[in-house]
Each structure stands twice: as structure tokens, then as C-alpha cells.
T-cell receptor, first 113, second 118 residues
């Protein structure tokens, strides 16, 4: 079945460091891929998405490229800030008629000043 | 309010009791979803509605779980005869529905209802 695998956290970085959070997926067909972020005390919110191979999603300095050949959608940011501290979830939506999102387990990012 | 509202935020109950969790979606959002999130895990799909119609309930773990959305707005997730394994964060989300009947993947989540079954 469809699934998402994320790197385990926590990831601890100093401010202005480069961030990579790995995400790989298993899916039939042509899924859409997403990164959601959950800041402390808040609900999940969409960070970025990509709907087809080679698409790059970007938002707030974060980027992720949909790589079909490696079934990956790694999240990157060139210079993290303390305010980026949150839990990041990779997710996929099957390309079929389903409306379900399948989430990874989440990766906690802690950015220290 | 402007966002998805869930109540109660925290619920502690004894094993065997019934609980009802409420979700008030963003005004105008056609689709409403229920997810369950165990500690250290990602959200797990339970069920979803378009308007008042329950489109998919394949994620409900057993027949103690049910959900309704009678007027196509507020939804209630009910868990009967609660068990300790039901303890989790229950998250509601809503979304606009695309013209093709499929969502675009942008879900707007509430802050969740944390259920603890003693």
C-alpha cells in the first residue's frame, strides 16, 4: 500500500544552518506530495506541495522537489531561524479518486540561537 | 471564527464511557476530515464527508467509532465504550472541494481534541 517514510528526529540545528529533512514514499500511480508543519500549540498547516514529477514546491524559504526516480520529496532550507522550530510532516495523496492524505511520522526540528 | 474549531480541547474519561468530539469547519468548506494521531506518529485517516454525505469511513478502526455531519457543517465523532487504546489526539480538518470532486490536498486543521481514557 501507499506509505511515507521520514527521517527520525529530533533534528537540532544552530540558527542560519542548512536544513534537510528526508522523505521517501511508496505509492502506485502518480501521487501528489506535501509538507505540512505544526508549530507548538497549533494545528497542522500546509507548507508546500508538488503535484507531478520534477515539480518544485516552495514557501517561506523552504523547498522540496518531487523526484520520481528516487521516490523522494526532501525538504530543504538554506538558512533556518529559531521561528522554524516545529514538527514537519511529509504526506502524499494518491493520484486516484481517494481524498485521503497519508502522513509520515513527523520530524521535530529545534533551532537554537 | 476564521479557523477550524474543535471541542473539547481536552477530554479525560473512564474506560467504558462514551465520548463525543465536535468539529466546526471553516465556513464554506465542503469537505471535512477526521484524523487520529498517536503520540510520536503522524495523523491517521479515519473518515471524511462532502457536505453531509460520509464518503469514506474505511479508516474507522471498529464499530465503536462513528461520525456524522447532519447539516453539512458541524461534525461529531463519537466513540462508544471507550478503551485505553483510544487515547490519542483527534484532529479535524476541512477543505474546499475542487470542481472535479477531489481535494487539492490543502487541509486546514484544527488544534485537535486530546482524549485520555483511564
Amino acid at each position: 500500500g501507499n506509505s511515507v517514510t521520514q527521517m527520525e528526529g529530533p533534528v537540532t540545528l544552530s540558527e542560519e544552518a542548512f536544513l534537510t529533512i528526508n522523505c521517501t514514499y511508496t505509492a502506485t500511480g502518480y501521487p501528489s506530495l506535501f509538507w505540512y508543519v505544526q508549530y507548538p500549540g497549533e494545528g497542522l498547516q500546509l507548507l508546500l506541495k508538488a503535484t507531478k514529477a520534477d515539480d518544485k514546491g516552495s514557501n517561506k524559504g523552504f523547498e522540496a522537489t518531487y523526484r520520481k526516480e528516487t521516490t523522494s520529496f526532501h525538504l530543504e532550507k538554506g538558512s533556518v531561524q529559531v521561528s522554524d522550530s516545529a514538527v514537519y510532516f511529509c504526506a502524499l495523496k494518491s493520484g486516484g479518486a481517494t481524498n485521503k492524505l497519508i502522513f509520515g511520522t513527523g520530524t521535530l526540528l529545534a533551532v537554537q540561537p | 471564527g476564521a479557523g477550524v474549531s474543535q471541542s473539547p480541547r481536552y477530554k479525560v474519561t473512564k474506560r467504558g464511557q462514551d465520548v463525543a468530539l465536535r468539529c466546526d469547519p471553516i465556513s464554506g468548506h465542503v469537505s471535512l476530515y477526521w484524523y487520529r494521531q498517536a503520540l510520536g506518529q503522524g495523523p491517521e485517516f479515519l473518515t471524511y464527508f462532502n457536505y453531509e454525505a460520509q464518503q469514506d469511513k474505511s479508516g474507522l478502526p471498529n464499530d465503536r467509532f462513528s461520525a456524522e455531519r447532519p447539516e453539512g457543517s458541524i461534525s461529531t465523532l463519537t466513540i462508544q465504550r471507550t478503551e485505553q487504546r483510544d487515547s490519542a489526539m483527534y484532529r479535524c480538518a476541512s477543505s474546499l472541494r475542487s470542481s472535479g470532486g477531489r481535494n487539492t490536498g490543502e487541509l486546514f486543521f484544527g488544534e485537535g481534541s486530546r482524549l485520555t481514557v483511564l
